[in-house]
């Protein structure tokens, strides 16, 4: 039995969207601000560039930006990520601003740092995005909204004004 004490943080630790930001950093920390943030229906949260994410086994409206959702993946969630997409940002990515208030951490965020390197004219770097999870984790849930998103954007890129995913279904 570890009977070792630790530094307590703020309360607030389970508002920070990434747990690098945090003052005193160990196991106990870590899993309070998980579990306070998956109580919140926060799903996600960055530990430094890595996303984690645990499957709320149910469908979480706050990421619609008080929009209603109709689905995991609806545009509504897409948009104020796909606003933040930034081809001159290059390696750096928006992971660099994944503290910000406005913008929970969401898959989303890692596809546009895959998306801004691929599209960094000076300096193409190949990407891949690995999940790693149990069984029922969200693997192919979250390998889904990727592709959705990764579908959205390059219409959006050609000035599609509709989104379609028809041929996702399949």
């Given amino acids: 039995l570890d009977e070792t004490l630790y ?3 703020e309360e607030t630790i389970h508002t920070l969207n990434n747990l690098s930001s945090v003052k005193y950093l160990h196991e106990a920390s870590t899993l309070h601000a998980l ?9 996600y949260t960055f530990a430094g560039p890595h996303l984690v994410a645990m499957n709320p086994y149910k469908f979480v409206q706050k990421y619609g930006f008080g929009k209603r959702m109709t689905s995991p993946d609806d545009v509504n969630a897409m948009i104020p990520y796909y606003a933040l997409l930034d081809p001159e940002v290059g390696d750096t990515g928006p992971l660099s601003d994944s503290s910000s208030d406005d913008i929970p951490p969401h898959p989303y965020l890692v596809a546009n740092v895959a998306l801004n390197r691929i599209s960094n004219v000076k300096n193409v770097f190949h990407q891949a995005i690995l999940m790693n ?11 889904q909204m990727l592709i959705r998103y990764m579908i959205y954007v390059s219409q959006m890129r050609r000035n599609s004004k509709t989104p ?5 279904e399949a």
């Fill in 7 to 9: 530094p307590m943080n």
């Fill in 35 to 43: 579990q306070t943030r998956f109580n919140d229906n926060l799903p």
């Fill in 133 to 143: 999870g149990v069984s029922g984790s969200g693997k192919t849930t979250t390998s």
């Fill in 164 to 168: 379609t995913f028809s041929k996702l």
